[in-house]
């Protein structure tokens, strides 16, 4: 079955407690990126990634680092986290060519106190 | 921020009837997509309309896009009480590698 895969899907940490997000898809797929939702805001995007080794900065990068260190993964690391990191994470895949869906994972809540 | 607004915010109506929402976007862009996310759930791809068209069906669905205005809209004929979720549009930029979402309308679909 074609999926993005995010763990954990709930976590709860302290502040400055370094943590990292999952995101592993089987579609073969170039293009991964990250987002957050937060109420009334919708969907950012964190980062992306075209392919492996290459990544760029979405909407709002600041307080986050990823790595694509291998096609189907691609991790979202907290170095310190902080409680505005409070928020829905989603991971999203698809393939790179012109246009084309996003498939998501079911997200990770993450809380920070 | 290059973020879209829909419109709008929430929307209740009866089982049968159709529900419109609207989305506003700022920028030139190169696709429009539409999301639907169940309650706290990853988002599913519903319909894709690129630049250079005005209308599309899908089932139930019709999207509408107008670049001049940029805005799209989305339709949903005869709604069902499984429709209730809450709806983005996505908008890509000409490179397609940063997607701006529309901060979402909530509709409830009354049985």
């Known amino acids: 079955e074609a999926q993005v895969t995010q763990n954990p899907r709930y976590l709860i940490t302290v502040t400055g407690k370094k943590l990292t997000v999952t995101c592993s898809q089987n579609?073969?797929?170039?293009?991964m990126s990250w987002y957050r939702q937060d109420p009334g805001l919708g969907l950012r995007q964190i980062y992306y990634?075209?392919?492996?080794?290459?990544?760029d900065k979405g909407d709002v990068p600041e307080g986050y680092k990823v790595s694509r260190k291998e096609k189907r993964n691609f991790p979202l690391i907290l170095e310190s986290p902080s409680p505005n990191q409070t928020s829905l994470y989603f991971c999203?895949?698809?393939?790179?060519?012109?246009?084309?869906?996003?498939?998501f994972g079911e997200g990770s809540r993450l809380t920070v106190l | 921020s290059q973020q879209g607004e829909e419109d709008p915010q929430a929307l209740s109506i009866q089982e049968g009837e159709n529900a419109t929402m609207n989305c506003s976007y700022k920028t030139s862009i190169n696709n429009l997509q539409w999301y639907r996310q169940n309650s706290g759930r990853g988002l599913v791809h519903l319909i894709l309309?690129?630049?250079?068209?005005r209308e599309k069906h899908s089932g139930r669905l019709r999207v509408t896009l107008d670049t001049s205005k940029k805005s799209s809209s989305l339709l949903i004929t005869a709604s069902r009480a499984a429709d209730t979720a809450s709806y983005f549009c996505a908008t890509d930029t000409n490179t397609g590698n940063q997607f701006y979402f529309g901060t979402g309308t909530s509709l409830t679909v009354i049985p």
């Open positions: 999203a895949s698809r393939t790179r060519q012109g246009a084309g869906e996003l498939f």
């Open positions: 579609m073969n797929h170039e293009y």
């Open positions: 309309i690129r630049s250079n068209e």
């Open positions: 990634s075209m392919n492996v080794e290459v990544t």
